[in-house]
């Protein structure tokens, strides 16, 4: 009996060393593939990525579906034709690294880190992490498992902060140059052509047609009106602007006759925005007291 265990265990024992190799052997091979698809995709190598894929290759990522490059693709056609250009065209890879890398018989992670900056919106996301997960079955990439900090993505790509400030700035300087013709262009190019101007609770809004008009008239009348912004405050579609309006009237204004007298007021306006332009703006002008200014008192 001691004589037949003795045989056993020697001829499992003999066994193991083949065993790891080959598990060792595999892993290595899976990872020096999935090393070359990591680096084929880091270069845009479409031709080494095309040949490493299978026929049912699968590129998974997850996160925000109003970004244009998430997926998952199925199929080099789809994954080729579509999420890359998506993704070139979507961001500009500012730093990267790859920080760590393993592999266990067909499976592959390499984790590391990155930063970029959303084309859209022109905002880097800051460096954050990612990780990716790869099944290799005969020299071949099955799939291809993308997983990275997608709040920083998404959150860079969602951020029209700068793209709506610059939006707004438009109707400032138009209200600082109301005469002038490139001005008028730059705010009819980033209001909607439905936009109005609500200054009351009448339902009498101005058009834009309207509003331009009354532009035109502030030219002739204020010629030196400058209306500057004081402090802009964002959230979500709306932009908030604490403005300052000065000007010294040629004429009567609202009835009044200043005489050379300036006035110097408060303005506050509240602008919606929708698809890249302003669809309206609410807005309040301390009128009263530039009348008061403009009759010295």
Request: aromatic residues 10%; negative net charge; charged residues 20%.
């Amino acid at each position: 009996m001691d004589t037949l265990k003795r045989i056993i265990a020697v001829s499992i024992i003999s066994m193991l060393p083949w065993g790891i190799s080959h598990a060792d052997a595999q892993s290595d091979n899976t990872l020096a593939v999935a090393k070359s698809f990591l680096e084929a995709a880091g270069s845009g190598n479409g031709a080494k990525l095309t040949e490493l894929m299978s026929d049912d290759f699968v590129w998974h990522n997850e996160g925000d579906k109003r970004i244009p490059w998430i997926g998952p693709w199925k199929g080099q056609e789809e994954v080729m034709g579509k999420f890359m250009p998506a993704f070139g065209k979507g961001l500009t890879v500012t730093s990267w690294s790859t920080d760590h890398s393993f592999a266990n018989a067909d499976q592959a992670v390499f984790m590391g880190s990155m930063s970029a900056i959303l084309n859209n919106t022109g905002v880097d996301t800051g460096k954050f992490t990612w990780a990716v997960r790869v099944h290799v079955e005969d020299d071949k990439v099955k799939s291809w498992n993308w997983m990275e900090d997608s709040y920083a993505v998404s959150k860079a790509y969602n951020d029209n902060t700068q793209a709506n400030k610059t939006t707004v700035e438009t109707f400032y300087t138009l209200l600082s140059n109301p005469g002038s013709e490139e001005a008028v262009k730059a705010f009819s190019a980033n209001t909607a052509d439905n936009w109005e101007s609500v200054g009351n609770y009448s339902g009498m809004n101005k058009s834009k047609g309207a509003f331009l008009g009354q532009m035109g008239y502030f030219a002739k009348l204020i010629p030196d009106l400058n209306w500057n912004i004081e402090e802009m405050t964002h959230a979500d579609d709306r932009v908030i602007v604490r403005g300052r309006a000065t000007g010294t009237p040629t004429g009567p204004l609202f009835g009044v006759d200043g005489a050379g007298k300036r006035f110097d007021i408060m303005t506050i306006d509240v602008h919606t925005i929708e698809n890249g332009k302003i669809t309206k703006s609410h807005h309040v002008e301390d009128w009263a007291g530039a009348l008061k200014q403009l009759k010295g008192k």
